[in-house]
């Protein structure tokens, strides 16, 4: 993925089954967050981007996460104790998930940040960086 670009397409299904497709968040500053419940780095990124979240949620900012795991009970176990309340989808099969590989995702979590018109700024971004990035972008 190169920086300037437009963000490939991601439509899959969510924890209820209905389908979000990642260009339907056009107009917001989005973080695509690639993650799995089995992964104990990204269980610890979901608690930041808790706090994140919650501050910007309100003005234009949206989350986008897509779990890689096998298993939906465990992804959903997840989404609740980490206390997850953005979008989440889900795309089983793990490193070879076909998300993961049009994305060339190799390590996770693995987020991008997306702008309103849906051009690839930045990429795993964390903390102050992410949030001064957001600001910007907002």
Known sequence: MKYGQIAPEIS????????????SLKGKVVLLDFWASWCGPCR????????IYSKYKNKGFEIFGVSLDDQKDKW???????????????????WEAPTALRWGIDAIPTSYLIDKTGKLIAMDLMGKDLEKAIKELL
């Open 12 to 23: 899959l299904p969510t924890v209820k089954g209905d389908t979000i497709k990642l260009s």
């Open 44 to 51: 610890f990124s979901n608690k930041e981007l808790v706090k």
């Open 76 to 94: 959903i176990k997840a989404i609740a104790k980490d206390k997850i309340t953005w979008l989440q989808v889900n795309d089983k099969g793990g």
